[in-house]
């Protein structure tokens, strides 16, 4: 019985994330800007890390608001072409929003 409720918990996790990137999809993003979706995490010194499903990551910068770490969360930015101090490629933040998604994805 736990098993059927797992699977249907699952299924329905699944679904809801597939209809959230569907949701990103259909925006209108700025010219050069990608939606990107994944955890935070912190990276000494001072870097705060996004670091998608498929093991890419960014490094955020120019947020208006703090983001939260260990956090799901879709970011649309304008990547950077530059390596900075926290040896990823820069994304600078236009928007976020949190997203439900279990992090860290380790």
């Known amino acids: 019985m736990l098993r059927y409720v797992f699977v249907a918990v699952t299924g329905i996790a699944l679904l809801g994330g597939s209809i959230g990137h569907a949701d990103a999809a259909k925006r209108k993003l700025p010219k050069g800007a990608i939606a990107v979706a994944g955890c935070t995490e912190f990276r000494p010194p001072v870097c705060k890390i996004l670091r998608t499903p498929g093991d890419k990551t960014y490094s955020l910068v120019g947020s ?3 983001i939260p770490y260990n956090t ?5 930015g304008i990547p950077g072409g530059e390596v900075g101090i926290c040896f990823t490629q820069n994304l ?3 928007s976020w929003r949190p997203i439900r998604l279990h992090c860290p994805l380790k």
């Open 64 to 66: 208006t608001t703090p």
């Open 72 to 76: 799901g969360v879709e970011v649309i």
């Open 92 to 94: 600078r933040v236009l």
